[in-house]
């Protein structure tokens, strides 16, 4: 079955740095796009950034247009969010989802497959 573990979270201090890491397993990890969104408590899902099949696009939210980056490994079949300049507002859980139809925007509902999440909280 496929699975994604989302890794990397944690407490850290506004203004350090955190690398996310989802491992995929059981599908064709090339063929999927990827994407990253959070979840604050009392709040919905919001999207973060997306990553296409090959790696070459990708698409920010603008709460973390360049703060976060989003890049993939195929040979790894993992997917990675470099997040700099943390702030208090960035606290939640962070989910990987993929598609394989190609859709990389904000909507939660096109996406296929979710990992169970990882904390990061941010403290100011």
């Known amino acids: 079955q496929v699975q994604l573990v989302e890794s990397g979270g944690g407490l850290v201090q506004a203004g350090d740095s955190l690398r996310l890491s989802c491992a995929a397993s059981?599908?064709?990890?090339?063929?999927?796009?990827m994407a990253w969104f959070r979840q604050a408590p009392g709040k919905e899902r919001g999207f973060v950034a997306a990553?296409?099949?090959?790696?070459?696009?990708?698409y920010s939210g603008d709460s973390v247009k360049g703060r976060f980056t989003i890049s993939r490994d195929n040979a790894k079949n993992t997917v990675y969010l470099q997040m700099n300049s943390l702030k208090p507002e960035d606290t939640a859980v962070y989910y990987c989802?993929?598609?394989?139809?190609?859709?990389?925007?904000?909507?939660?509902?096109?996406?296929?497959?979710w990992g169970q999440g990882t904390q990061v909280t941010v403290s100011s």
């Open positions: 990553i296409s099949r090959s790696g070459t696009s990708t």
């Open positions: 989802a993929a598609d394989r139809s190609g859709y990389s925007g904000e909507y939660t509902s096109p996406y296929d497959y």
């Open positions: 059981g599908l064709t990890f090339s063929t999927y796009v």
